[in-house]
Nanobody, 122 residues
Framework: QVQLVESGGGSVQAGGSLRLSCAASAISYDWQCMGWFRQAPGNEREGVASLAFDGTTNYKDSVKGRFTISKPNTLHLQMNNLKPDDTGMYYC???????????????????WGRGTQVTVSS
């Protein structure tokens, strides 16, 4: 059974930085993307960043230039210049669907972590 465990969330002031990590184990299928999604209270879950198996990255427009996804071994999301709108529960997820590289459709992702909370105050 796939296990994804996020860590690194916290509370910061606007302009601050956080680095999220996602420890993955028991992925037995050929994954195509690993991604980060977030969900704020009352909002739908939205894609933030994804990393395809070939190294291609994709970012939500509002985080481009501020967030960086990487996977030297563990999946990370470096978040700089954080804004209050970045507040939410952040989830890592894994997709076996090739289309995940160009789309943030949550339905493409089949395994999810439980999330780590990020709170940015103004």
């Amino acid at each position: 059974q796939v296990q994804l465990v996020e860590s690194g969330g916290g509370s910061v002031q606007a302009g601050g930085s956080l680095r999220l990590s996602c420890a993955a184990s028991a992925i037995s299928y050929d994954w195509q993307c690993m991604g980060w999604f977030r969900q704020a209270p009352g909002n739908e879950r939205e894609g933030v960043a994804s990393l395809a198996f070939d190294g291609t990255t994709n970012y939500k427009d509002s985080v481009k230039g501020r967030f960086t996804i990487s996977k030297p071994n563990t999946l990370h999301l470096q978040m700089n210049n954080l804004k209050p709108d970045d507040t939410g529960m952040y989830y890592c997820a894994v997709s076996p669907v090739p289309a995940c590289a160009s789309s943030f459709r949550a339905g493409h992702y089949i395994d999810w972590g439980r999330g780590t909370q990020v709170t940015v105050s103004s």
